[in-house]
């Protein structure tokens, strides 16, 4: 396998990748922008906030009408005008909407950037109608978050368990028969390729595919110190996985690690690499 090459760089942190529309989106966190890049590397701010108005740009997803949705301090969708509207009263870390329209949303209730003592989390479902109700709870700190093509299966990320845990998809858009997908990772944003395999970091600076039940089949190491914060795969047949990765020192701890990003040099990139398995499935 080749080495991952950088498509951009001078980012705060970037986080949640979608390949949409022929081009890279992404959270463009610190600077609370919404980011689309082309495979030239050339990127264009699609949407961003006042630093003193609500909070804004954790994750994306789009409705089936095409609206762009963006989790913060609530949900909110931007209309064909460009405004932003409150969609749901939910607070929320990562989101995934499936083919269906059901939008998943997940977070835990505690200040993960204050250092506050971890809480469980939980996966809250926004049904097509606007009805708001919780499918799964005791998630260990949810991140990434993937949904099979066929809509039947979510895979999320348990970062502090250092675990994939899927759940089957009901007809109503509840989660059920809870399973570990594989262990002993260090996930957070994800991808699905189309052999059923998870691309997710890990604790050691490197990323893997994973299958259903633990077996790695392939392994890439990125630079000592670059913490891969999400993953997505893309291009124009989706055999380009996009590496965002930024610099995180372990022995700073996430309160001093969060403020050097806030506060000095940008060390966020994105970085490709060509697979051969494609991806599928949402996002």
């Not at 961003?48 to 762009?68: A, E, F, H, V």
């Not at 409150?86 to 059901?102: F, L, P, S």
């Not at 701890?253 to 966020?268: E, F, K, M, S």
């Amino acid at each position: 396998m080749s080495e991952p090459k950088v498509l951009l760089t001078d980012l705060g942190i970037p986080e949640s990748p979608r390949w949409h529309e022929g081009r890279l989106w992404f959270c463009n966190w610190i600077e609370r922008q919404v980011v689309a890049v082309s495979m030239d590397g050339k990127a264009e701010v699609m949407t961003t906030r006042d630093p003193d108005s609500y909070p804004m740009g954790y994750s994306i997803d789009w409705l089936p009408d095409g609206r762009l949705l963006v989790t913060g301090d609530k949900l909110r969708r931007q209309e064909p005008d460009g405004s932003m509207v409150a969609h749901a009263n939910q607070r929320a870390n990562e989101i995934v909407v499936d083919g269906r329209g059901n939008i998943y949303l997940n977070g835990a209730d505690f200040d993960f950037v204050a250092g506050a003592p971890p809480k469980p989390g939980y996966i809250k479902l926004v049904t097509p109608d606007g009805q708001l109700r919780q499918v799964a709870d005791d998630i260990q700190f949810p991140n990434g978050m993937v949904i099979t093509a066929d809509n039947r299966t979510l895979i999320i990320s348990e970062s502090f368990a250092g675990r994939l845990t899927a759940f089957g998809i009901d007809a109503d858009g509840g989660l059920s028969n809870r399973r570990v997908f594989a262990e002993g990772l260090g996930p957070d944003g994800i991808c699905l390729d189309a052999e059923g395999a998870v691309w997710v970091g890990t604790a050691d600076y490197s990323i893997v595919r994973v299958a259903e039940g633990g077996e790695v089949l392939q392994r890439v190491e990125l630079r000592e110190n670059r913490a891969p914060f999400a993953l997505m795969l893309g291009g124009p047949d989706r055999r380009t996985l996009f590496i965002l990765t930024v610099e995180w020192r372990p022995a700073d701890g996430h309160v001093a690690n969060l403020d050097r990003l806030a506060n000095g040099p940008h060390t966020g990139e994105i970085l490709t690499l060509p697979v051969s398995v494609p991806g599928v499935g949402r996002p």
